[in-house]
């Protein structure tokens, strides 16, 4: 059983900048992806960046290219999203998760095998 808890959300105005972290606790192989999605009301759920947790790979959605940055601490068991930059459009509630599947191709869709979600954290950006 994996647990995952994130914090670093807020409120900050267009241009500034969070640091999303997202504590596991549990099993996490090296083969698993674990990823950063976000979901704002009244939209689908997002995949905005993923890693592999043994190293090596990490995607970015074309939306937060350059600005957002996804890093893992493996001694931590840590997850991390630098958001530089930030948007409007990026308020979203913003959640941690672990995909299971060893054979994920497109690590940011949401039906790629994750299995283990956080509670999430609230991004608001204001204009």
């Known amino acids: 059983q994996v647990q995952l808890v994130e914090s670093g959300g807020g409120s900050v105005q267009a241009g500034g900048s969070l640091r999303l972290s997202c504590a596991a606790s549990g099993y996490i192989s090296s083969l698993y992806w674990m990823g950063w999605f976000r979901q704002a009301p009244g939209k689908e759920r997002e995949g905005v960046a993923a890693v592999r947790t043994g190293g090596g790979s990490t995607y970015h959605a074309d939306s937060v290219k350059g600005r957002f940055t996804i890093s893992q601490d493996n001694a931590k068991k840590t997850l991390y999203l630098q958001m530089n930059s930030l948007k409007p459009e990026d308020t979203a509630m913003y959640y941690c998760?672990?995909?299971?599947?060893?054979?994920?191709?497109?690590?940011?869709?949401?039906?790629?095998?994750?299995?283990?979600w956080g509670q999430g954290t609230q991004v608001t950006v204001s204009s």
């Open positions: 998760a672990v995909s299971t599947s060893t054979g994920v191709t497109s690590p940011l869709l949401a039906n790629a095998g994750y299995r283990y």
